[in-house]
T-cell receptor, first 114, second 114 residues
Framework: GESVGLHLPTLSVQEGDNSIINCAYS??????FIWYKQESGKGPQFIID?????DKRQGQRVTVLLNKTVKHLSLQIAATQPGDSAVYFC?????????????FGKGTLLTVNP | NAGVMQNPRHLVRRRGQEARLRCSPM?????VYWYRQLPEEGLKFMVY????????ESGMPKERFSAEFPKEGPSILRIQQVVRGDSAAYFC????????????FGSGTQLSVL
């Protein structure tokens, strides 16, 4: 989930397990949400997005759940693989519906143990 | 189709010098966005440019920072008289048609100010 200090929250899972990464957002006006994966030394890579008129969206091995009542977003990764190890960021759009002015959370470090 | 290309990957400057960061968007993309990332934090929006135009610079400091995206050549983020607080990773992203499209990020430029 969101970090509140200097160190990233971490999640350690075994290969093959399912992973759930959580994110809390504060802007009730946000209407577009994205999950990004960032590997060391690289830029963020798009994983999946969801608009506020939906509460669930599925991709390949990933599912995003949105709970607007409690302003909570989660990313579920099925059958986690070592290649999934990275920092995961949730991001929200808070500029009247455009997709570019994203506000990023502080990230969660996912470590997958073989 | 090459991705978003940023150079240099690493840039070291002394306080008071100028830093110039370059970004070549993906082929066919005419919209460019710059973000800054401090250690263990999420990315923060700085500026959105279209060819020869600044669309939104609301996230960019008013002093010392400027950005351009000329008709020919890469987008340039320029930081004059750098200070230690400018040390960060600077990411560029591009999209084909603007505000409703997904952003594709480059690998970033790590700026270190001594």
């Amino acid at each position: 989930g969101e970090s509140v200090g200097l160190h990233l929250p971490t999640l350690s899972v075994q290969e093959g397990d399912n992973s759930i990464i959580n994110c809390a957002y504060s802007n009730s006006a946000s209407d577009y949400f994205i999950w990004y994966k960032q590997e060391s030394g690289k830029g963020p890579q798009f994983i999946i997005d969801i608009r506020s008129n939906m509460d669930k969206r599925q991709g390949q091995r990933v599912t995003v759940l949105l709970n607007k009542t409690v302003k909570h977003l989660s990313l579920q990764i099925a059958a986690t693989q070592p290649g999934d190890s990275a920092v995961y960021f949730c991001a929200e759009s808070d500029s009247g519906g455009s997709n570019y002015k994203l506000t990023f959370g502080k990230g969660t470090l996912l470590t997958v143990n073989p | 189709n090459a991705g978003v290309m940023q150079n240099p990957r690493h840039l070291v400057r002394r306080r008071g010098q100028e830093a110039r960061l370059r970004c070549s968007p993906m082929k066919g993309h005419s919209h460019v966005y710059w973000y800054r990332q401090l250690p263990e934090e999420g990315l923060k929006f700085m500026v959105y440019l279209q060819k020869e135009n600044i669309i939104d610079e609301s996230g960019m400091p008013k002093e010392r920072f400027s950005a351009e995206f000329p008709k020919e050549g890469p987008s340039i983020l320029r930081i004059q008289q750098v200070v230690r607080g400018d040390s960060a990773a600077y990411f560029c992203a591009s999209s084909p048609t603007g505000r409703w499209e997904k952003l594709f990020f480059g690998s970033g430029t790590q700026l270190s100010v001594l």
